[in-house]
């Protein structure tokens, strides 16, 4: 009795290793196989969509386009732009590779910006899509001050960007201002009045041993930069 036990326990002993094997050799043969199948993903940026989907075909992979198609500044117009998943990644055979078509650089009517300040020049460009590309300024008593003088290219072209002529005006002419202390107030203001300057004398109070009419006090001080059409005020003794 003892026999037959120990023989059916030898026989289910065996079963359990067999299967244990058979399902070891089933997993590495299953992995095997799943790992046959995989393939590397091509690159296919930059690639137009026949040779790409060529590239994939030999690969056993298939070819699936976004109908929307973007504007890239680095990738000509009916190239691939993007792809998923990317290049390197083990991807199994039938699988769909998904990718983007670039529609080419951006391209926009440039407006009219000639005569317009620097601020509605900016701000029209940037209504019509279009970018700055540089700005280039001069000084010119024959246009206006802060407006576009001249664009490349021209109104009406096709281009992704504008480059602007500014005429930043004509500078002014500036003089230090010097120090009037203890001048005699009117010689002075008509001094600087003879010149274009706009002076003012005002209030006037007793000052002990300061004779009257004498500057005391000046406004901007001496060696600050005026110009012509900058203010002036003297304080003097009474």
């Known amino acids: 009795m003892n026999s037959r036990v120990w023989s059916v326990g030898r026989i289910l002993l065996v079963m359990c290793a067999l299967g244990g094997t058979f399902l070891l050799f089933f997993g590495v043969a299953l992995r095997v196989a799943l790992r046959a199948r995989e393939v590397q993903v091509p690159v296919l940026v930059g690639k137009t969509v026949n040779d790409a989907s060529q590239s994939l075909g030999a690969l056993g992979l298939t070819l699936k386009i976004d109908p929307a198609r973007r504007p890239d500044p680095s990738v000509q ?108 107030g009117a010689r002075v203001a008509d001094a600087l009045r003879a010149r274009g300057f706009r002076v003012t004398i005002v209030g006037s109070q007793p000052y002990p041993g300061v004779p009257a009419g004498t500057v005391v006090r000046q406004q901007p001080q001496g060696g600050f930069r005026v110009a012509a059409s900058d203010p002036i005020s003297l304080e003097v003794s009474r």
């Open 77 to 184: 117009a009916n190239r691939i732009m993007q792809q998923d998943p990317p290049a390197g990644v083990a991807a199994r055979r039938q699988r769909s590779i998904r990718v983007w078509v670039s529609a080419g650089p951006r391209t926009t009517t440039v407006p009219a910006l000639v005569g317009q300040t620097e601020r509605t020049a900016r701000i029209r460009m940037e209504q019509d899509g279009v970018d700055l590309d540089s700005v280039s300024e001069f000084r010119s008593p024959d246009y206006p001050a802060d407006a576009v003088v001249s664009q490349d290219p021209p109104p009406e072209a096709k281009a992704p960007r504008v480059s602007l002529l500014l005429n930043r005006g004509e500078q002014s002419t500036t003089y230090v201002m010097p120090d009037v202390i203890g001048m005699d």
